[in-house]
């Protein structure tokens, strides 16, 4: 998780100050994003935030939290204490209308509180990242808790697959002897919710070695496209995985494939990519040449004369009717981007072969997000958008709907900083229950996890 670029304080204030909904316009483009969803609100949102007394979440009129874990707690499981640092998540469906909600935990090698190692759980035992997974009822009530993968390293994001288990990502390419690492990290694990013994924790090393963000699956044909958040130049690239055995179940991902690149032509750097619905037509995948990044990272590898296509802060990426999304946070030309944007989302159709940027948000653009730096992204019960900032100040869950307004649907309230020095813990992990009556969001620090319930359509 890292800082976004500062925004003005006009901006600032309107979210943390009066809390009312805000309703900017994008360009007709932004439409793209929901092709093939349900309708979504006609109106800019669902009203303004409403303190919350408790002093945890500020939601509009009508909507109700509550909390279902917290770091420090103990699981469940009698495993140990609830790990820190949530991140990326899934709400995955159960038996008789139960949810498995799969939950990263962003653990460097000095985080205070790493998920408890399990025998049959754990990769390297000098790590402290991993998942854990809630069940939950069909009323939120929690029914366990639990380690569901340990031993991992900086768990970020990830994806659900068509098969109802959760791929956590590994944000971090350290090697054995770094950090008091016993074991290569960098890798892709396949999580299942319900029965994590299923699954285990086995590395997908053909999905490659590098500092993986998300992950979105292709359900029909199996591909699955990865994102890179790199944090040195050259930045981060954008994934294609052709597994051997193609929506073959849990498990079927250990069979290998091949890893490749994308290379959009002529455009080394998308952030050089300045206006919405500029489209580019017959995007290359070039083969990467060493997946496992043995001698070398994988964006720094040789992928001949023509390259290919690097950004900075790649982050989220879902599967939406018949593309792929992506989010590049923000871009900074001080740390070398061609140019500087608070946020880029860009949709691939495989089919067509071609690349569009959806939306683009300031700082010289005609579309402004009341916020910082988009984040961990998912489509929501209404058919628009909720995505998860990641930036300084006051933090939010903002909601966009098909009409391309963006409004204020939560408001963090816990303080980790001083009064003369206010730092509010992000949001992540955004998902919705697979009956969508249901918002689930993480407090990055201390870590938090909500159910959100309210009228959502």
Not at 25 to 34: C, D, Q, R
Request: aromatic share 8%; with cysteine; net charge negative.
């Amino acid at each position: 998780m890292s800082s976004a670029p500062r925004t003005t304080a006009t901006r600032r204030q309107v979210l943390a100050g009066s809390g009312a909904a805000a309703a900017i316009a994008f360009t007709g483009a932004f439409s793209e994003l929901f092709a093939g969803t349900a309708a979504a609100r006609g109106h800019d949102g669902y009203g303004p935030l409403v303190p919350d007394p408790d002093g945890l979440l500020d939601l509009p009129k009508g909507f109700r939290y509550r909390v279902l874990s917290r770091e420090g707690d103990p699981l469940r499981s009698g495993e140990g204490p609830v790990p820190g640092n949530h991140d990326g998540m899934a709400a995955l469906p159960g038996r008789n209308g139960r949810v498995h909600l799969v939950r990263n935990h962003e653990n460097r090698h000095t985080a205070k509180i790493g998920v408890p190692t399990v025998e049959g759980l754990t990769y390297d035992p000098m790590a402290k990242g991993g998942c854990t997974s809630l069940e939950l009822d069909g009323r939120n009530k929690v029914l366990g808790e639990r380690v569901a993968i340990a031993g991992t390293a900086v768990n970020c994001a990830g994806g659900p697959t068509p098969w109802r288990t959760w791929l956590t990502c590994e944000e971090n390419e350290d090697k054995a002897g770094t950090n008091g690492y016993t074991k290569d990290h960098g890798f892709i694990f396949e999580v299942d919710g319900a029965d994590p013994r299923r699954t285990g924790a086995v590395p997908l090393t053909a999905m490659g070695r590098f500092q993986h963000e998300a992950i979105a699956v292709d359900p029909k044909s199996g591909i699955v496209y990865e994102t890179e958040d790199a944090f040195d130049k050259p930045f981060g690239l954008f994934y294609r995985f052709l597994p051997e055995k193609p929506l073959g179940g849990t498990g079927s991902l250990r069979a290998g494939g091949a890893l490749e690149a994308m290379r959009v032509p002529g455009v080394p750097d998308l952030s050089a990519v300045r206006e919405t619905g500029t489209s580019f037509d017959r995007i290359e995948w070039v083969p990467v040449p060493d997946p496992l990044a043995a001698e070398t990272p994988i964006r720094f590898q040789d992928f001949g004369a023509k390259g290919v296509t690097h950004a900075q802060k790649l982050e989220g990426c879902y599967w939406g009717g018949s593309s792929v999304y992506f989010v590049s946070s923000f871009a900074r030309s001080a740390e070398g981007s061609a140019a500087d944007h608070y946020g880029q989302v860009w949709r691939y159709e495989p089919k067509k072969r071609r690349l569009t940027l959806v939306v683009i948000f300031g700082p010289d653009t005609d579309i402004q997000l009341p916020g910082e730096s988009p984040d961990n992204i998912c489509l929501a019960a209404d058919g628009g958008l909720m995505v998860c900032e990641d930036g300084g100040g006051a933090q939010h869950v903002l909601g966009v709907t098909r009409r391309g307004e963006v409004y204020t649907m939560a408001r963090g309230r816990q303080n980790i900083g001083t009064p003369e020095e206010p730092e509010w813990g992000e949001f992540a992990g955004v998902a919705f229950s697979p009956d969508g009556s249901t918002m689930y969001v993480n407090c990055y620090t201390p870590g938090t996890t909500f159910a959100v319930t309210g009228p959502w359509c």
